[in-house]
């Protein structure tokens, strides 16, 4: 079992794959890449995000808090751009842990990003749940109470979640399923849909950038760093800076970790590789550029936000509309809010779209049920049970999850994927120093280093009860890969029949010059 755990998949086989069956539709240009990057990164980050995160953890510190993160995904970013000129299909870090450290590490980072994709899908649609509710508000409808929040609220001043005296969060739960019937339509459709909510969005932080310039009281950013500077914990055990009432660590490292959850969309450009039509160019470029442009468009409105109203003033759940409202600016509240919609509405879009890639990926090798989770439309070329089922799973969260809750969870699964393609690279470069890379990430491996370790401090950075969460989420798909995964694998396959074969296992590292269907024999 042991050398099935940790058997490698030959970078030969990944690339044959390529040419193999149910494939996805090669349509994406590098513009297309980079607006679904764009359109995953900029939206909660901006129009939900910022307001939470300066009120109760960074103040006006938190556009260094901005840098910080950027920096870190500078660095993972560099090593996603090499993994997806290398290796163009799908499965983002998955496959690209299955290729350097093994089936058990490959399941570990597949298992974590569909949670990664599914808690932060449903984090976005409660964040857009409350734009749509300020838009629905300027038009004098309002919604019944029972029906407008989650049950739960984190209430930063005792450190704990109270109740709200909703049932359920109805809009949330409504764009959610909207938005899974986009995606099950086909990838044509769901570019296009996103480039527009790109276009509108990106018009509105430009607004906001410019308008809010002649509002700013610079008396406004002192204290800059009311929190402090750092805000690291181990574990949940307190090492430096502040906390909350709730134990919870506050600072500018720690508004770092939380607003993370903004820049996660570039990754997300690596799960659409099998879909852009020239992956080894035009992946790195929707990569990199996608978050250059967006690191200096948060930094840009962070620093007018809390330069406009005080960050103990900002609101939590829309902060930069409420903000032109508290400056008196009510009719361009209403534009802000309604672009908050579109621009969340394409962070929804393309998180969900990622996902179902996910278990494609891991569906082709047997670890989940290839009937099912990759099962391709025929007319729509969409993997549209995954779509249904992963869409079902964050309508429940979107609808009862607590918004401070899913935004912590993304955070260190994101992280997490992060780390394990950094070190990925580092050993990629070893064990097949002589691959074709038309990308290179710079600096190996002072690069791949400063991304792990940059990572892991934005992870220690969380309260400890994310790490009990993700473990907790670890455990339950470990358990599904001892039950299923391992007696499906298509590497179990191989390792049988090399055995048969030879009489011995060739060990932890699969040969690429053997010629075997690794498709054969499965059982689903």
Known sequence: ????????????????????????????????????????????????ATGAAAHNVAGPALMLS????????????????EFASMVPVAGSAYTYAYATLGELFAWIIGWDLVLEYAVGSATVATGWSGYFQNVLAKMGVQLPEVLRLSPWRYDATVGDFVTTGSYFNLPAVVIVALVTMILVKGIQESATFNAAMVGIKLAAVLFVIGAGLFYINADNWHPFAPYGWTGVSFFGKHVAGQTDPGGSPVGMLAGAAIIFFAYIGFDSVSTHTEEARNPRRDVPIGIVVSLIICTVLYIAVVAVLTGMVRYDQLDINAPVSRAFQQKGIGWAEGVIAAAGVAGITSVLLVMMLSGPRVFLAMARDGLVSRKFFGDVHPRFRTPWKATI????????GAGFGPIEFLLHLTNIGTLLAFVIVCAAVLIMRRTNPDAERPFRC?????????????????????????WWRLLAWLLIGLVIYFLYGRNHSVMATYLAHEISKHGVSPGGSLATDIEVDPRADRKD
């Open 1 to 48: 079992m042991g050398n099935q755990l940790f058997a490698r998949k030959p970078l030969a086989l990944l690339l044959e794959e390529m040419a193999g069956e149910h494939r996805l539709r090669r349509i994406l240009g590098p513009v297309q890449l980079t607006s679904l990057g764009i359109g995953a990164i900029i939206g909660a980050g901006i129009f939900v």
């Open 66 to 81: 901005y840098v910080v993160a950027g920096i870190t995904c500078v660095f993972a970013a560099l090593c996603y751009a």
């Open 389 to 396: 089922l992963i869409g079902c799973g964050v309508m429940v």
């Open 442 to 466: 710079p600096f190996v491996p002072v690069v791949p280093i400063l991304g792990i370790l940059s990572c892991l401090l934005l992870m220690f950075s969380l309260p400890a009860g994310n």
